[in-house]
């Protein structure tokens, strides 16, 4: 069980992992060097996978509440991986940089941070998040299956990149439960 942190505010959360340990969430600004080094960590993620850096714009200020927010997770003061959202032009939150370190992976923290990412963006007022990934990132793409995300048209830096991958959901609670306004 785990709960988030709450609506894009300030503060911590967290809960138990898979093998009991207890993960911790908090809010950072998105330029803090701890969230710089998990965000480079991400990057070097893309390089080992795709051979080079996500080249979409991030504007710090696009993570600060309440238009955005910047979580790290954390296992015994350690840090264990991170995630966003930030507002779109169009309404919907955009999910970015879901990253969990390699010691850290498959305990259930990847799950944990889209959660509280979900229920912030939600008390922010989205209905829909959307986020893009790609092909050489099955885990994320079989969590996010799990989660109920579905195919959504492509936007932004890599709207027509051949095996990038558009998805998006929409959020418990917000009375758009049924069909979001971007499926086709």
């Known amino acids: 069980m785990c709960t988030s942190v709450d609506g894009g505010r300030q503060g911590q959360a967290g809960g138990v992992l898979r093998d009991g340990a207890v993960a ?11 969230a710089q080094y998990l965000v480079e960590a991400v990057q070097q993620e893309y390089v080992r996978r795709y051979g080079g850096r996500d080249a979409a714009a991030v504007d710090p200020a696009e993570f600060v509440p309440p238009r955005g927010i910047f979580l790290v997770a954390e296992v015994d003061g350690v840090p264990a991986g991170c995630g966003a959202w930030r507002a779109l032009p169009s309404g919907e939150a955009e999910i970015k940089r ?4 390699p010691a850290f992976r ?4 990847a799950r944990m941070v889209v959660a509280a990412l979900e229920e912030g963006a939600a008390a922010a007022g989205h209905a829909q998040v ?3 990934s790609g092909r050489e990132q099955p885990e994320a793409l079989t969590l996010y299956a799990e989660l109920g995300y579905r195919p959504v048209p492509g936007y932004g ?6 095996d990038a ?3 998006g959901r929409s959020l418990p609670g917000t009375g758009e439960e049924q069909e979001p306004s971007w499926a086709s």
């Open 24 to 34: 911790t969430l908090r809010a950072l600004p998105y330029d803090d060097p701890l």
């Open 98 to 101: 879901v990253y969990v370190e």
């Open 106 to 109: 498959r305990r259930g923290i």
């Open 130 to 132: 959307v986020l893009n």
């Open 157 to 162: 830096t890599y709207a027509c990149a051949p």
């Open 165 to 167: 991958v558009f998805l």
